[in-house]
Structures are given as structure tokens and as C-alpha cells.
């Protein structure tokens, strides 16, 4: 691997994105270029200036990180090549010598403000919650300003790199909490893996009656199980929609080609934005047992072939 490629993150340093993103070997071993920004990866990797972006797509309590859906859509022309599913566990820290009781403002990205509602209710009720850039950016913020009354919700990655002393541990509404992460790239479509995921994007030529309906019909006609479908504002007039769907399959399985070109062709315009690999221990145990299915199917078939009919 060339020691001069490069993924871009939403950072700073710091941030779950940062951490999902270390759990991946061999896009860790490229240099790392936080942003301040989804948009900002978004365009450095359709601009060329790196080889693969990484950043959030979807929480499990917040539900779509809705500046990374809408630049995949609208903005940026590029695919996704990867998922990755990380566990979130938040933490609430301050600068040395505060205490929770002293707290009166609590920084840090909506999304996680919105993760802990249920602890920020209980015990810091009358705070006020101010948002930032992402949870890193606000330990970051925090460990240089060493405001008073003040604590930031973060990663606990965050709260050693920018010196503060944690306050409270994982204040998460949800214990099961989880951020879908994504691998981008200007271009291409990893290989089939067993177990993998197609998303895109329909636009309604026209808003008539059953529109949606057709489009949901070419899963349906081929028992395509979607995995998501979500509904977003083209921005270009009142009620004027398109559709996000992933589904599970992959973009070479015969299948799958056909559907995309019959909608492609007869239902709606259509963007692609990538098939992958599904994450996960499920994911993994499921592509396992495909594995094994497929060798016991071909086992079947081999059998059936050599039996001889006797006359």
C-alpha cells in the first residue's frame, strides 16, 4: 500500500468518527486528514485531494446524520465502499476541578446532546446545552478555554487528548447505541462478499398517484428485502421528494443489475451510491452460514449430476 494515500475524517482528533475509523487496519494506516466538516470530506474526496473519506451516516436513537445523506445525494458524486458499526458510549467531562454539581452549560454535537436527554434531565436540568461542531471539537474547545461551569459530552478518546478529567461515564440514554460509519471513495464498487448492501437514490420524474408504489414493486417482483427506505426534500420546490433505499444484495448479482436498470429505465432517475459489505457480528455470522449453504447447495447439485438412470 502507498504510504502517500490518505483518508479524510470528520474530526478534529478525537471524535467517534476518528475512533470507527482505527477499528479499519488498513484505512488507518493512510494519513489522516480531519475536517471540520461532513462537507468538507465529502468534497476532498470527489476533488481528488484524498483517496477515501469517513464519516457518519446513521445513529440508532438519533436515526439519519442528515449532512452526510444530503451531501451523498445532492452534493457529491461519489460511492460508498464500506460500513462500519461502532458501539457509542458517552461521557461527560469537565477541566480539572469541576464538579457536576457546578455545571451550568454542557457543550457538544446535537446528536449526542439528543443521546442523553434522560441523564441531562436528571442531573443537570437547568444547564444549558450548547451545540458544536461534533463532540470531539467540543473537548477540544473546552480543554483549551478550561471555561468554568462547564462540561462537554465526548468520546473518552477526547477527554485524554484535551486533558479533562470525566465526569460521569457512558450518560447514553441507550446502552445499545450504535453509529453506522462510512467508507468513500471518488469511484468504484468493492467485490461481492457474501453478505452485502446496495443503497440509492430514486427522483419522481413527475408526482403522480402510485409512484412510489412502482418503485417499491420492482423489489418486490424479484423478494429484494429492503433494509431502509427514507424520503428526503430535493430542495428544489415544496413537497417534491426523492427516496433513499438500501437493500440487501450486491450491484454484480444479476439480480440486483436487473432491478437497477429496470427502475433506471422505465420507473425513476436513479443515483447510485455504492454496494458493500454489511457490518457487524450478525453480518459476519450470516456470511459464514452462507458459505456453508452454498458449499452444501453445490454438494446437492453435484450429487443430482451423477445419478445415473437406469433403463
Same mark, same amino acid.
Given at each position: 500500500m502507498l504510504s502517500n494515500r490518505s483518508v479524510a475524517y470528520f474530526g478534529p482528533a478525537g471524535t467517534f468518527t476518528?475512533?470507527?475509523? !482505527? =477499528?479499519?487496519h488498513d484505512l488507518a494506516s493512510l494519513q489522516l486528514e480531519p475536517k471540520a466538516a461532513i462537507a468538507d470530506v465529502l468534497r476532498a474526496v470527489e476533488a481528488g485531494e484524498v483517496d477515501f473519506g469517513f464519516v457518519p451516516l446513521e445513529n440508532a436513537i438519533e436515526g439519519t446524520v442528515n449532512a452526510t445523506i444530503d451531501g451523498l445525494v445532492f452534493d457529491a458524486d461519489v460511492r460508498i465502499v464500506r460500513e462500519v458499526? !461502532?458501539?457509542?458510549?458517552?461521557?461527560?467531562? &469537565?477541566p480539572e476541578g469541576t464538579s457536576i454539581d457546578e455545571v451550568t452549560t454542557v457543550i457538544s454535537f446535537p446528536h &449526542?446532546?439528543?443521546?442523553? %436527554?434522560?441523564? !441531562?434531565?436528571?442531573?443537570?436540568?437547568?444547564a444549558e446545552a450548547v451545540a458544536a461542531n461534533s =463532540?470531539?471539537?467540543?473537548?477540544? !474547545?473546552?480543554?483549551?478555554?478550561? &471555561?468554568a461551569a462547564t462540561a462537554a459530552i465526548a468520546p473518552k478518546l477526547a477527554a485524554e487528548l484535551y486533558g479533562l478529567n470525566i465526569l460521569a461515564s457512558s450518560i447514553e440514554d441507550h446502552s445499545d447505541n450504535q453509529t453506522r460509519f462510512v467508507a468513500i471513495a %471518488? %469511484?468504484?464498487?468493492?467485490? %461481492?462478499?457474501?453478505?452485502?448492501?446496495t443503497a440509492m437514490v430514486c427522483f419522481q420524474d413527475a408526482d403522480r398517484p402510485g409512484s412510489l408504489y412502482a418503485i417499491l414493486g420492482q423489489f418486490a417482483a424479484r423478494n429484494i428485502n429492503l433494509t431502509r427506505l427514507e424520503s428526503r426534500p430535493t430542495k428544489q420546490g415544496l413537497g417534491d421528494y426523492c427516496f433513499i433505499i438500501e437493500f440487501e444484495g450486491h450491484v454484480a448479482d444479476p439480480l440486483i443489475a436487473d432491478c437497477l436498470a429496470e427502475m433506471a429505465a422505465t420507473v425513476a432517475r436513479v443515483k447510485f451510491l455504492g454496494s458493500y459489505p454489511v457490518d457487524g457480528l450478525e453480518a459476519a455470522t450470516e456470511r459464514a452460514a452462507l458459505v456453508e449453504r452454498r458449499a452444501e447447495a453445490k454438494t446437492w447439485v453435484h450429487d443430482l449430476l451423477a445419478e445415473e438412470l437406469e433403463v
Open positions: 476518528e475512533e470507527a475509523l !482505527l =477499528t479499519q458499526v !461502532l458501539d457509542i458510549h458517552l461521557h461527560l467531562m &469537565a &449526542a446532546l439528543a443521546q442523553c %436527554r434522560g441523564f !441531562l434531565a436528571e442531573h443537570l436540568a437547568g =463532540t470531539a471539537d467540543a473537548a477540544r !474547545l473546552l480543554g483549551k478555554s478550561k &471555561a %471518488r %469511484r468504484g464498487v468493492p467485490p %461481492r462478499s457474501g453478505h452485502d448492501r
